[in-house]
């Protein structure tokens, strides 16, 4: 059973850079599509971005000019990278798998709230 | 993007009720679509994929049908687990998108 895990910064300055890992544990990162979504509190869900194990990625059209997201496979890690973050941006990450694109998330982390405030 | 509107956005409902929630797209996504119920502070939970194909491990309590542009989840007979927010999402096209979600409360 594949199992995420988000770490990084709880904090974040306005117009700073928002930086998340995600460890995959227990299973391949290998032949899958890894993915960033998030919530603002009280808020639905927006999906930031997926990237193949390979490192081709894609991105939503609203975020695309802030977002990298990229892949280590030796660390079976992934992280998201979010540039110029306002008061908007804070939210809970998530991470999660697509086996496929476009597809469903079958597995997803716990989650982590990244605030955004000097 | 398409766009995914669910309604109603809140529903009050009993145990043993039986409750439907809608979701529809701004286009046809064939039978594309996915439900997930979320708990506060918890991670979604995947229900229904391809519309109406039932997760391993989810009760036959809850069921999913549709095609084109208009999608329901059905929930038969209301459980008290059952009491969360539920999302619905397209995966037709290369960018993916969730409906606003709809929180089932108790009545």
């Known amino acids: 059973q594949v199992q995420l895990q988000e770490s990084g910064p709880g904090l974040v300055k306005p117009s700073e850079t928002l930086s998340l890992t995600c460890t995959v544990s227990?299973?391949?990162?290998?032949?899958?599509?890894w993915s960033w979504i998030r919530q603002p509190p009280g808020k639905g869900l927006e999906w930031i971005g997926y990237?193949?194990?390979?490192?081709?990625?894609n991105y939503n059209p609203s975020l695309k000019s802030r977002v990298t997201i990229s892949v280590d496979t030796s660390k079976k890690q992934f992280s998201l990278k979010l540039s110029s973050v306002t008061a908007a941006d804070t939210a809970v990450y998530y991470c999660?798998?697509?086996?496929?694109?476009?597809?469903?998330?079958?597995?997803w982390g716990q989650g982590t709230l990244v605030t955004v405030s000097s | 993007d398409i766009q995914m509107t669910q309604s109603p956005s809140t529903l009050s409902a009993s145990v043993g009720d039986r409750v439907t929630i809608t979701c529809r797209a701004s286009q046809s996504i064939s039978s594309w679509l996915a439900w997930y119920q979320q708990k506060p502070g918890k991670a979604p939970n995947l229900l229904i994929y391809k519309a109406s194909s039932l997760e391993s491990g989810v009760p036959s309590r809850f069921s999913g049908s549709g095609s084109g542009t208009e999608f329901t989840l059905t929930i038969s007979s209301l459980q008290p687990d059952d009491f969360a927010t539920y999302y619905c999402?397209?995966?037709?096209?290369?960018?993916?998108?969730f409906g606003g979600g709809t929180k089932v409360e108790i009545k």
């Open positions: 999660a798998r697509l086996p496929m694109i476009p597809y469903y998330f079958d597995s």
């Open positions: 999402q397209q995966y037709n096209s290369y960018s993916l998108t």
């Open positions: 990237i193949y194990y390979s490192g081709s990625t």
């Open positions: 227990g299973g391949s990162i290998s032949n899958y599509y």
